[in-house]
Each structure stands twice: as structure tokens, then as C-alpha cells.
């Protein structure tokens, strides 16, 4: 499973619609759909350990499934591996 398939899964296990999520972490709709849809992945710190907080997951899980390997640059949608 994505990090997107984990943060769609997780947000509505917490009934919430993108917008309420967005508006609890501080980012725009169109970024929770971007993240859910990996389209891009969300990059900054701040956000990656709110979505953990506000979504009930594991601290740091969903950091390590965007940055499986911290050398290399975050996964995208169109990696393949």
C-alpha cells in the first residue's frame, strides 16, 4: 500500500472529507488530493508528522513509506520499483 492509499484509508476511517482534513493540518484541499492521488508526496516535515498526529498513524510510518531510502529523493506516483 501507498502512502496515498494510507492517507485516504486512514482519513476516512476518521470520517473526514478532504477539506476538514486539510483545514485541521493547515494545507489546501487540492494537497490532500494531490497526496492521496500521488500525484507529489508531502514534503515537509511539519506536515508528514501532522498527518500522522491528526490521522491516528504510527509515528514516523508514513515519513518511512515516502522515504523509504533518505538518500533518495521522495517516492512519486510514477516511480515504479
Same mark, same amino acid.
Request: aromatic share 8%.
Given at each position: 500500500?501507498?502512502?496515498?492509499?494510507?492517507?485516504?484509508?486512514?482519513? /476516512?476511517?476518521?470520517?473526514?472529507?478532504?477539506?476538514? *482534513?486539510?483545514?485541521?493540518?493547515?494545507?489546501?484541499? &487540492?494537497? $490532500? %488530493?494531490?497526496?492521496?492521488?500521488?500525484?507529489?508526496?508531502?514534503?515537509?516535515? /511539519?506536515?508528514?508528522?501532522?498527518?500522522?498526529?491528526? *490521522?491516528?498513524?504510527?509515528?514516523?510510518?508514513?515519513? &518511512?513509506? $515516502? %522515504?523509504?531510502?533518505?538518500?533518495?529523493?521522495p517516492?512519486?506516483?510514477?516511480?515504479?520499483?
Open positions: 500500500m501507498g502512502y496515498g492509499e494510507v492517507i485516504r484509508s486512514a482519513r /476516512k476511517r476518521k470520517h473526514f472529507t478532504q477539506e476538514q *482534513l486539510a483545514e485541521k493540518i493547515c494545507v489546501s484541499r &487540492s494537497a $490532500i %488530493y494531490a497526496w492521496e492521488t500521488e500525484k507529489y508526496p508531502p514534503t515537509d516535515a /511539519k506536515n508528514i508528522a501532522a498527518l500522522e498526529i491528526t *490521522l491516528g498513524l504510527e509515528t514516523g510510518s508514513l515519513f &518511512s513509506l $515516502i %522515504y523509504s531510502n533518505p538518500t533518495l529523493p517516492k512519486t506516483g510514477g516511480d515504479q520499483q
